[in-house]
């Protein structure tokens, strides 16, 4: 995936000190955190584009004569997971769905070993752990690769054993709410109490459908406008500040 211009933490009108003050609402009485993957922990396919894995996977249903399952936006679609889920509308719940996401699972897998982490999430991610509020990881990718990444980072301990990731029913990807509401139940969460970060549209969707508050994090303007348009109130180009307003406010304390 490609970089536009880099976003700042704060707004062009607004100083720090007032994104600051702002974080410092966004985080207020939080004792949940639900992380996307891609996006706010890493860039999964820092290696290899998302869009070459998204044309591979387009090529590999042109080999097995099913190319004419994909519209011509589709068949241009540099998001993988957008092909892979026109596919499910197809053909919900098939062989041929199930071969399919096994086949991303594995790219996923692959790309693992050159994801590359975003800048602060670490030490946001131990902070956040350290003054007591719990966290988890929701995504769209396969479970199996967000805790091979975590495990090479250091940082599964603060997650396991919660990862929400993609199931073998692929119409409870983001924006249904699906692994979202699964990590309330599980950790035993009040929406209310909860905070989700993620990058992308679905990320908003998810999180609103499910009650709980939402951060954005934006790295380039565009990404940004997206997530505007979905009705994400608070975005962040960097994780930077909020690690420090984290930091600042170790009174958390999960309930």
């Known amino acids: 995936m490609t970089s536009d211009s880099t976003q700042s933490d704060a707004t062009p009108t607004e100083s720090a000190a007032d994104e600051t003050e702002r974080l410092r609402g966004v985080v207020d009485s939080i004792g949940f955190v639900l992380f996307d993957f891609d996006g706010p922990i890493c860039r999964l396919f820092a290696g290899r584009p998302a869009a070459d894995v998204a044309r591979d996977l387009v090529q590999w249903l042109k080999e ?27 053909h919900p719940r ?49 479970p199996c690769a967000v805790g091979r990444y975590l495990e090479r980072r250091g940082t599964l301990g603060c997650f396991a054993p919660h990862i929400y990731g993609r199931t073998q029913d692929l119409s ?64 962040v180009g960097s994780l930077e500040r909020l690690s420090r307003v984290v930091y600042a406010n170790g009174n958390i304390k999960a309930p």
């Not at 041929?96 to 790219?107: D, G, K, S």
């Not at 902070?127 to 966290?135: C, F, I, M, Q, S």
């Not at 139940?185 to 969707?205: K, Q």
Request: proline share 5%; charged share 25%; with cysteine.
């Open 94 to 142: 098939s062989d041929l769905v199930a071969e399919l996401e096994a086949w991303l699972t594995r790219q996923e897998l692959k790309a693992v070993t050159t994801a590359m982490p975003t800048a602060f999430v670490d030490p946001l991610i131990r902070t956040w752990a350290a003054v007591g509020a719990r966290l988890a990881v929701t995504t769209n990718n396969a």
């Open 172 to 235: 409870l990807l983001k924006p249904n709410p699906d692994c979202v509401e699964r990590a309330l139940r599980a950790m035993g969460a009040e929406p209310g109490a909860t905070l989700m970060i993620g990058d992308a549209p679905s990320d908003c969707v998810a999180a609103r459908r499910a009650g709980v508050r939402f951060l954005g994090y934006a790295r380039n303007e565009r990404k940004a406008q997206l997530l505007r348009e979905a009705g994400a109130e608070h975005l």
């Open 64 to 90: 097995q004569g099913l190319r004419g399952l994909l519209t011509a936006d589709e068949k241009r679609e540099a998001d993988p997971y957008v092909v892979l889920r026109a596919v499910d509308r197809r």
